[in-house]
Each structure stands twice: as C-alpha cells, then as structure tokens.
C-alpha cells in the first residue's frame, strides 16, 4: 500500500511540471546557434579550387569546372557541384576549407526521403536552400 501511495505521489507531482517535449511539426525546434544542418552553396563565389571535394572524409562531393571561353580571364567556370547526402556526415570541413565561403551551413536538417536517389542533390538544389542560413554565415 505504500509502494501505491509514493507512486501516486511522484505521478501527481509530475502532472504540475512543464512538458520537455516539443509540438514539433507546428513548432521549430530551437536550435543552438553552431548547429550543422545541410549545405548551401553560392556558384557566384565559387573559384572552383576543390578544396572542399579534397578535405571530405567521406567523398561526398563532387565539383568540376571549365575554363573561362574568354583566355583573358583566368576565372575557371563552376560545371557541377554534386553532394550525396546519403553518405554526407555534416562535419563542416567543406565550409571551414573554402575559401571564398561559397559554401556555409543551414539549421535545415530535414533529410527524409522515401528513395535514396532523392539524397543527390546538385548545383541547383544547394543555390535555393536558404531557408535557414546560421545566423554566423549571412552575409
């Protein structure tokens, strides 16, 4: 009878307190400030130098570029920036190792998919994910 009365006590204690748990489709999820969601990419100021590609640990990236039609300018042309976020750890190698900062990390962290061919994003995908660019990377 004891036993029955400490746990009658300690659920109606718990009834009172603030639920930990979050309405999470209606509500964001506060996120701290140096959280590393999915990338976004700005061609603009890539100079296509594959440092991000070399410093992936998991080979996640794959840039090419061309060279300028122009001779006179020396500025290489962005071709393809592919990630295959199937494989992509988030580790903030690539956004560290840039440096023009075509590349910053998002709060975004919404990566369900019902078919891993849809974890291949490409040059175009990563240019309009800005939804929630880190308050550290807008420029």
Known sequence: ????????????????????????????????????G??????????VCNNCANICPTDCIQLT??????????????????????????????????PTEAIVMTNNFELAEYSRDELFKNLEWLDENDENVRKVNKP
């Open 1 to 36: 009878m004891l036993g029955l009365a400490k746990g009658l006590k300690y659920t109606l204690k718990n009834l009172t307190k603030e639920k930990p748990t979050y309405d999470y489709p209606k509500k964001p999820i506060p996120l701290p400030d140096r959280f590393r």
């Open 65 to 98: 570029g061309k060279k300028h039609p122009d001779p006179s300018i020396k500025k290489k042309i962005i071709d393809t920036y592919d990630i295959n976020f199937e494989i992509c750890i988030l580790c903030d190698l690539c956004t560290e190792v840039c």
């Open 38 to 47: 999915i990338q976004k990419f700005y061609p603009e100021k890539c100079i």
